[in-house]
């Protein structure tokens, strides 16, 4: 069993939650990460080595919301970008769940108690479920992942440490729900396509420097700081999709101690670096939700501190109560909203 471990190795299924919480269902919400580690414990252990794998997120709302602790410095609503082609919309978004595993069926399972539990105090604003496809490669054909950090570089990349000490071992997800128009791409010759990408296709092997175009994706996600010294985010794509619909997409979330690397990222291929220059990707690829989350250190779940001053259990409404989606609180259009009353 592992909860809440951000650096795992790669899975073959997944599924998100991204939920909105009801006004008054903090408790409900405070006792599920308390038993999060016990739920995916007996779930996990009716499949050993299925790698099962279950990271809960907070987003900025419901963190004000649950604690009076200040909040984790980089946790903030997702900033929308509004680029000279391609926008990148905040969407709402209280808790994420992202549960990994080899089959969905373990997924699946461990995802549906967690639900029942917050059944009636939770609103589902987006769910997918998320495949690997063959090759590790995303449904525009390319192998995403590669270049991930690994070994000690992966936990530094992910891990917050004593810049924020109250909150070391937690991280930073961002995730966007991306939908490809695979026709317009099927469209391109292979080689275009690699230079919008900035690797090669069959074997996926990156262009030199000398040759990769300044608007690829590659390109414009290679940050570097000050000293030269390239920042790194830990990627868990995964591409969904439903064929009677010709719904074709990648599920993108990327985990980082510092979100700011994400979002420089993000600036980059919206806005465009140097401005105007964005990324080739999104002439194909459209994103449709955008929400980050602060993910706490098991520890924290384990022994979540206690309500806001003022707050009471009183509060939560009984389980029968009515479900309605907090104010302020809508689901985005195209998201599934699922009233789990
Ligand atoms: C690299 C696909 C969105 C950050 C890649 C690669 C592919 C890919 C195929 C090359 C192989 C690899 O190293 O993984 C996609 C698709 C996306 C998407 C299909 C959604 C439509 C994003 C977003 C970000 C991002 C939103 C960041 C905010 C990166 C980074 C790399 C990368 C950091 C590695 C760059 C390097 O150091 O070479 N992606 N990506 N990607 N992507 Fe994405």
Redesign the pocket.
């Known amino acids: 069993m592992v909860t809440q471990q951000f650096v795992a190795a790669p899975a073959r299924a997944a599924l998100f939650l991204v939920m909105t919480v009801n006004e008054g269902s903090e408790e409900v919400v405070r006792d599920v990460f308390a038993d999060l580690s016990s739920i995916t414990r007996s779930v996990s252990f009716r499949v050993p080595g299925d790698q099962l794998n279950c990271v809960l997120g907070l987003g900025a709302g419901l963190w004000d919301r649950m604690f009076d602790l200040p909040r984790p410095r980089g946790l903030h609503p997702f900033v929308p970008l509004d680029g000279p082609r391609h926008s990148a919309p905040s969407t709402p978004g209280d808790l994420l769940l992202h549960v990994r595993a080899h089959h969905m069926d373990v997924c699946f399972e461990l995802s549906r108690q967690v639900m029942d539990r917050l059944r009636g105090h939770a609103v589902v604003v987006d769910e997918t479920h998320g495949f690997k496809y063959f090759d590790e490669r ?1 449904l ?1 054909g ?7 950090p690994e070994g000690d570089a992966a936990p530094a990349a992910v891990l917050i440490a004593d810049e924020d000490p109250d909150y070391a071992g937690g991280s930073y997800v ?1 995730v ?1 729900k ?1 939908r ?1 128009d695979l026709e317009a791409w099927g469209a391109l010759p292979v080689e275009e396509q690699e230079r919008a ?3 090669s296709k069959l074997e ?1 092997v ?1 262009m030199p420097d000398a040759v990769k175009p300044i608007n690829s ?2 390109h414009l ?3 570097v700081d000050a000293d030269g010294v ?1 920042r ?2 830990l ?1 868990d ?1 995964m591409p969904f999709g439903e064929l009677g619909t010709a719904e074709f997409g ?1 599920y ?1 979330i ?1 985990y980082a101690a510092d979100p700011g690397v ?1 979002e420089q ?2 600036r980059n ?1 919206f806005l465009g670096s140097p401005p105007g220059n964005t990324d080739r ?1 999104l002439d194909f ?1 459209t994103a449709h939700t955008g929400t980050l989350f602060f993910t706490p250190a098991l520890d924290f779940l384990d022994d979540v501190p206690g309500p806001r001053a003022g707050a009471s259990a009183d509060d939560a409404p009984a389980d029968t109560a009515p479900v309605a989606a907090a104010p302020g609180h809508s689901a985005p259009s195209d998201a599934k909203a699922t009233d789990l009353g």
Do not use: K, P
């Open positions: 995303d525009l390319f192998v995403d992942g590669t270049e991930n961002i966007q991306y490809h990408i900035g690797r996926d990156e994706h590659v996600n290679t940050v390239q790194q985010i990627r794509n990648t993108f990327g994400i990222m993000l291929m990707i690829s």
